[in-house]
Nanobody, 116 residues
Framework: QVVLEESGGGLVQPGESLRLSCAAS????????MSWYRQVPGKQRELVAR???????NYANSVRGRFAISRDNTKNTMFLQMNSLKPEDTAVYYC??????????WGQGTQVTVSS
């Protein structure tokens, strides 16, 4: 059973930073992609950033240049450094992983609120 544990959410003011973490546990596996999604009430969950096993990263246009995704393959851990946060970044952020031979898994989500 793969378990994803997210941490790092919270309440910040516009312009401030947060760092989200996601750790995958539950056995030995090979993770192809690690991704962060976010969702606000009444809207579809959207992809924020994705990082491949080789470190190649992709970003949503709305966060490119402000957010940075990274991963530590030795610890099955992923990070999202979020800088220059805006009120429109407010959402529940979800960790997602795609594992060889096992499919994709979701974390329970962590709330990020950007408000003055």
């Amino acid at each position: 059973q793969v378990v994803l544990e997210e941490s790092g959410g919270g309440l910040v003011q516009p312009g401030e930073s947060l760092r989200l973490s996601c750790a995958a546990s539950g056995g030995t596996f090979s993770i192809i992609f690690m991704s962060w999604y976010r969702q606000v009430p009444g809207k579809q969950r959207e992809l924020v950033a994705r990082v491949g096993a080789d470190g190649t990263a992709n970003y949503a246009n709305s966060v490119r240049g402000r957010f940075a995704i990274s991963r530590d393959n030795t610890k099955n851990t992923m990070f999202l450094q979020m800088n220059s946060l805006k009120p429109e970044d407010t959402a529940v952020y979800y960790c997602n992983v795609l594992i060889v031979g096992r499919g994709q898994f979701w974390g329970q989500g962590t709330q990020v609120t950007v408000s003055s």
